[in-house]
Structures are given as structure tokens and as C-alpha cells.
């Protein structure tokens, strides 16, 4: 929007109207140095949430895949103790014959260990997730306060601006009911000439 605003001001700064009258001249002057300050000052707050917003929260965002990577190794891991945990249980129904009992002990052999690496998996996943949910609060505590700061400072400097284009280019005792008369008055006028087109 400030560009358009630069490229608005610097298309009536270059209108020939400039040249004929010098008073227009000055108004335009005046609206294009605004304008370009206004577009110097919202790039500077681009940046500043770009370095203070935008790239903390890809960074945040960055801890996602090793996340999910460790919830789908979770998973994986309780997916092959259910599968041995139901092994041992097939063994452990039928009947108690010396091949069957060394069955059974095999797949309990097998079953301890991803069991263990399960049990391990998820208690690591149920202390840390916790944590890091509610981290969140704090890591974007900072971003939040530095986006209003950013705000703050860009509207202040935004008044002031265009309260100092107010004072160069207002014609004082006017208000804005008979500016939009005048405006509308003069639109009439146009509207009025032979050459204007009735749509």
C-alpha cells in the first residue's frame, strides 16, 4: 500500500498542473515527501517483524518434523509390542508342551526389550511434550511485545507525518462537511460539461 502511495504522490508531482501552479506544486511536494517517508518507515517495520516475528516462529516451527519423527517412532515401537506382546499371549493359551514352552520363552525374550524401548520412547514423549507446549507462551511472549512495539512506533511516527502534511497543505477554518461539498460542487460542475459522458 505505501508503494502505491509513492507512486500516487510521484505521478502528481510530475503532472503538468505543477508547472502552472505553484501552489499545487508545494501541496504535491509536500505529500510526496510524506509518502516516501511513510514507505521508509513501514519497510523499516517490515523488517523489524521479519527479525523479530517472522523468523522465530519458523524457527519454532523447525521443531515440528523432529517431533512428529519422534511420535511416529512412538508409535512404530507400540506397534511391534502390540504384535510380540500378542505373540506371547497365543503361546501362553495353548497347551503347556515343551516346544510350545520354548516358544513362549523366545517371544518373551523377544517382547522385553521393545518393550523397554517403548516404555522409554513414551516416557520420554510424556515429560517433554508438556514442556514444549507449554514453552510456547514464553518463546512468543517477546515476538508479541516486539510486534507491538513495531506497531506503536510505525503509527506514532504515522501521525506525525500526517499531522505535518495536515499543517502544509490544510486550508485552515475548513471542515471536512465543507470540504466534501466543495469536492462534490466542483464534481458537478464536471459532471455538467458537454464532454462528460452520462453513464
Given at each position: 500500500?505505501?508503494?502505491a502511495?509513492?507512486?500516487?504522490?510521484?505521478d502528481?508531482?510530475?503532472?503538468?498542473?505543477?508547472?502552472?501552479d505553484?501552489?499545487?506544486?508545494?501541496?504535491?511536494?509536500?505529500l510526496?515527501?510524506?509518502?516516501r517517508?511513510?514507505d521508509?518507515f513501514?519497510?523499516?517495520?517490515?523488517?523489524?517483524?521479519?527479525?523479530?516475528?517472522?523468523e522465530?516462529?519458523?524457527?519454532?516451527?523447525?521443531?515440528?518434523?523432529?517431533?512428529?519423527?519422534?511420535?511416529k517412532r512412538?508409535e512404530?515401537?507400540?506397534?511391534?509390542y502390540?504384535?510380540?506382546?500378542?505373540?506371547?499371549?497365543?503361546?501362553?493359551?495353548?497347551?503347556?508342551?515343551?516346544?510350545?514352552?520354548?516358544?513362549?520363552h523366545?517371544?518373551?525374550e523377544?517382547?522385553r526389550?521393545?518393550?523397554?524401548?517403548f516404555?522409554?520412547?513414551?516416557k520420554?514423549?510424556?515429560?517433554?511434550?508438556p514442556k514444549?507446549?507449554?514453552?510456547?507462551?514464553?518463546y512468543f511472549q517477546?515476538?508479541?511485545?516486539?510486534?507491538i512495539r513495531?506497531?506503536?512506533?510505525?503509527?506514532?511516527?504515522?501521525?506525525k507525518?500526517?499531522?505535518?502534511?495536515?499543517?502544509?497543505?490544510d486550508?485552515?477554518?475548513?471542515?471536512?462537511?465543507?470540504?466534501?461539498?466543495?469536492?462534490?460542487?466542483?464534481?458537478?460542475?464536471?459532471?455538467a460539461?458537454?464532454i462528460?459522458?452520462?453513464?
Amino acid at each position: 500500500m505505501s508503494k502505491a502511495a509513492v507512486k500516487i504522490s510521484s505521478d502528481l508531482l510530475s503532472n503538468p498542473l505543477c508547472e502552472q501552479d505553484p501552489q499545487f506544486l508545494k501541496s504535491m511536494t509536500a505529500l510526496d515527501t510524506a509518502m516516501r517517508r511513510m514507505d521508509a518507515f513501514n519497510q523499516e517495520k517490515v523488517n523489524q517483524i521479519q527479525k523479530t516475528v517472522i523468523e522465530p516462529l519458523k524457527k519454532f516451527s523447525s521443531v515440528f518434523p523432529s517431533l512428529n519423527m519422534a511420535v511416529k517412532r512412538r508409535e512404530q515401537t507400540l506397534q511391534d509390542y502390540k504384535r510380540l506382546q500378542s505373540k506371547v499371549e497365543k503361546y501362553e493359551e495353548k497347551e503347556k508342551t515343551g516346544p510350545t514352552m520354548v516358544k513362549l520363552h523366545q517371544a518373551r525374550e523377544e517382547l522385553r526389550p521393545v518393550r523397554e524401548d517403548f516404555e522409554a520412547k513414551n516416557k520420554q514423549l510424556l515429560e517433554e511434550m508438556p514442556k514444549f507446549y507449554h514453552s510456547r507462551i514464553d518463546y512468543f511472549q517477546p515476538s508479541f511485545e516486539a510486534l507491538i512495539r513495531a506497531q506503536v512506533a510505525y503509527f506514532t511516527e504515522m501521525h506525525k507525518i500526517f499531522g505535518e502534511l495536515t499543517e502544509q497543505i490544510d486550508q485552515p477554518g475548513l471542515t471536512d462537511e465543507q470540504r466534501e461539498r466543495d469536492n462534490e460542487a466542483r464534481l458537478s460542475e464536471l459532471k455538467a460539461l458537454s464532454i462528460v459522458a452520462d453513464d
